[in-house]
């Protein structure tokens, strides 16, 4: 755990230059500025940060569409990697699609990206298909990943 209490709190316009920070120094082909705006204002998009102190640290964002919840980015700061903010982060977005009803999860993660595929496989997640072309700057293949929300709350998957 950092060495402040981390805590998850919904992500605000005042974290956007943090958060634009993280998603630098985490992906090839960054998020612009109007993507994570336009997240914030959707009333459809969860966008959640988790702080260590005053210090963003890591953020997620997903949507519910019926009763599917859609992972749609997810990062921690490179200094706050494997203390458990990506958990924190995961497990809440699992409460929060469970109290909305939805029955699985779905996110689309790089092919080569072996450390996040490792991640979300200990959480029950599994590769439903490849998605060919999806990532630019590189050019590469997307694994789709899916988890049933039900079953991971009868197998106690993590």
């Known amino acids: 755990m950092p060495e402040k209490r981390a805590l998850i709190d919904d992500m605000t316009l005042n974290d956007l230059t943090a958060v634009l920070e993280i998603e630098r120094l985490c992906f090839s082909n960054p998020w612009p500025y109007s993507i994570f705006l336009a997240d914030l204002e959707s009333e459809n998009v969860t966008t959640l940060v988790v702080r260590s102190g005053k210090k963003v640290i890591g953020f997620a964002i997903c949507m519910i569409i019926s009763d599917e919840l ?55 997640f599994s590769a439903l298909y490849e998605r060919k072309g999806y990532y630019r700057n590189p050019p590469e293949d997307a694994l789709v990943m899916v988890l049933n929300l039900n079953e991971r709350l009868k197998s106690g998957v993590v």
């Open 70 to 124: 859609q992972l749609m980015n997810i990062a921690v700061h490179p200094d706050f990697r494997r203390k458990k903010v990506g958990h924190m982060l995961l497990e809440r977005l699992f409460y929060i699609g469970e109290r909305q009803g939805c029955k699985v999860m779905y996110l689309e993660v790089r092919k080569s990206n072996s450390g996040a595929i490792s991640f979300y496989n200990r959480y029950g």
